[in-house]
């Protein structure tokens, strides 16, 4: 369909496992032959137990882990077998936003350069238009006065709330959340909820990796059920969690 962002067909992240002694290594499925695709302004919510996959669904669609088979069409672009050097261009369309935001930050770095490096790097724009940005970024999360603090400084919800305005200053086409809540504490996934229901509302495309079932019914589209490397099941988030069909996912509700 014209209006599909995002395709993916047959992906499988494979790794192989030695056998013993003469015999041939085996292989974990990760993920396992999927096929899926995300339509523009769609937000796509993916649920499953821990360690079945679905976050190394996440880094393989946005390429940062090598598939070891399938198609990824990104805006009709095939980016499947690119290399690092082609997929340069392509990380300005599609951001991800990881569950420790510590890992996309440098904590020697102020908070106004953490926000204006991916602009420098990626969009050549001059120092005072990046130092505005970041101060954009940082009102519409309520962050002003931050700009020169640094992240040892804040609270685990101020971190990814900045570790998503980060990755929205690139102006994606598509922003991947893998478990945006999973490491803080329960008074601060609030906060961090709130920054991407508006992100919803204005229209951003998204693929949600989360465990906040609640969360997922208020927000997606559309919701898949993972389960060891497959799709085991996906619909709209009310009929999935109000009427689920397969046992595994009736067990895991």
């Given at each position: ?49 821990s ?16 598939p ?48 204006t ?9 001059k ?52 478990e ?46 993972f ?27």
């Open positions: 369909m014209a209006d599909n962002l995002l395709v993916v067909r047959g992906l499988k992240q494979y790794y192989p496992v030695k056998g013993g002694l003469g015999k041939e290594p085996s292989y974990v499925k990760a993920v396992d032959n999927v096929d899926f695709e995300v339509r523009r302004g769609e937000v796509f919510g993916i649920v499953g137990e360690g079945c996959g679905k976050s190394t669904l996440g880094k393989s669609i946005c390429k940062l882990i090598e070891t088979d399938g198609s990824i069409v990104l805006d009709g672009e095939e980016i499947a077998k690119y290399t690092p050097k082609q997929m340069r261009p392509i990380r300005k369309k599609v951001q991800m936003v990881f569950q420790d935001p510590m890992a996309s930050f440098n904590p020697k770095m102020k908070i106004r350069d953490i926000l490096e991916p602009l420098m790097n990626y969009k050549k724009i120092r005072n238009e990046r130092d505005a940005k970041a101060r954009e970024l940082l009102g519409r999360i309520g962050l002003e006065d931050k700009e020169n603090a640094y992240p040892s400084t804040l609270s685990g919800g101020q971190k990814q709330r900045i570790a998503i305005v980060r990755a929205l200053a690139m102006n994606p086409d598509v922003m991947l959340f893998d945006p809540t999973s490491a803080l504490d329960p008074e601060m996934v609030g906060e961090v909820l709130e920054l991407i229901k508006e992100l919803a509302k204005d229209g951003m495309t998204m693929v949600i990796v989360t465990h906040e079932m609640g969360f997922a019914r208020e927000v997606a589209n559309r919701v898949m059920f389960n060891d490397g497959v799709i085991t099941e996906e619909n709209e988030p009310n009929e999935l969690f109000g009427n689920p069909q397969n046992a595994r996912l009736k067990e895991f509700l």
